[in-house]
């Protein structure tokens, strides 16, 4: 499988804290995307970086990307209750597949 | 817009029964994908299609048809199904650009039980 890997499986944080969350994966890449899937909901995209990118930001969310170790991180800056959800991320080859994450299930307690 | 449009939301086969889960976009997008989600397992790509009239297997395809005759429209067949194919099943769809897909706008899902 070519799968990904979020880590850690489950995060547990105050409302108001920082959130990381880690992607590794396992082959050359066009780009890496992040998603957030509410209980019982389809997955909604947050944010792109392409390969040749390092770092993106999108209001309180700031996206890495170290190609070299294949790897991805993801935090979540002043977390909310309402961030409350699964996050996965994904990734494109030059085969127009996606791979997605096994995801991370991040709690905010208010 | 409506966006990803997916029916059923829930179902419920035996053994054996064939079905369609039937996907709809109104975004005119190149691209669209069926996914499968069990525990623990994240997402797994089933079939995926670039445009209409061509298709192509993803990472679990065999169970599986689909067919692309519109733009619009994205169906996934169960040809006899079984219970490792209870799971819940989102479609989704993307453009593209300089020939790789784009974000995806994924469906609301449906939730498939087979006894």
């Known amino acids: 499988s070519q799968q990904g890997e979020e880590d850690p499986q489950a995060l547990s944080i105050q409302e108001g804290e920082n959130a990381t969350m880690n992607c590794s994966y396992k082959?050359?890449?066009?780009?890496l995307q992040w998603y957030r899937q509410n209980s019982g909901r389809g997955l909604v995209h947050l944010i792109l970086?392409?390969?040749?990118?390092r770092e993106k930001h999108s209001g309180r969310l700031r996206v890495t990307l170290d190609t070299s170790k294949k790897s991805s991180s993801l935090l979540i800056t002043a977390s909310r209750a309402a961030d409350t959800a699964s996050y996965f991320c994904?990734?494109?080859?030059?085969?127009?597949?996606?791979?997605f994450g096994t995801g991370t299930s991040l709690t905010v307690i208010p | 817009n409506a966006g990803v449009t997916q029916t059923p939301k829930f179902q419920v086969l035996k053994t054996g029964q064939s079905m369609t889960l039937q996907c709809a976009q109104d975004?005119?997008?190149?691209?669209m994908s069926w996914y499968r989600q069990d525990p623990g397992m994240g997402l797994r790509l089933i079939h995926y299609?670039?445009?209409?009239?061509?298709?192509d297997q993803g990472e679990v395809p065999n169970g599986y048809n689909v067919s692309r005759s519109t733009t619009e429209d994205f169906p996934l067949r169960l040809l006899s199904a079984a219970p490792s194919q209870t799971s819940v099943y989102f479609c989704?769809?993307?453009?593209?650009?300089?020939?790789?897909?784009?974000?995806?706008?994924f469906g609301p899902g449906t939730r498939l039980t087979v006894t």
């Open positions: 970086i392409r390969s040749n990118e």
């Open positions: 989704a769809s993307s453009g593209r650009g300089q020939g790789f897909p784009y974000e995806q706008y």
């Open positions: 994904a990734t494109t080859n030059t085969g127009n597949q996606f791979y």
């Open positions: 975004m005119n997008h190149e691209y």
């Open positions: 299609s670039v445009g209409a009239g061509i298709t």
């Open positions: 082959t050359s890449i066009n780009n």
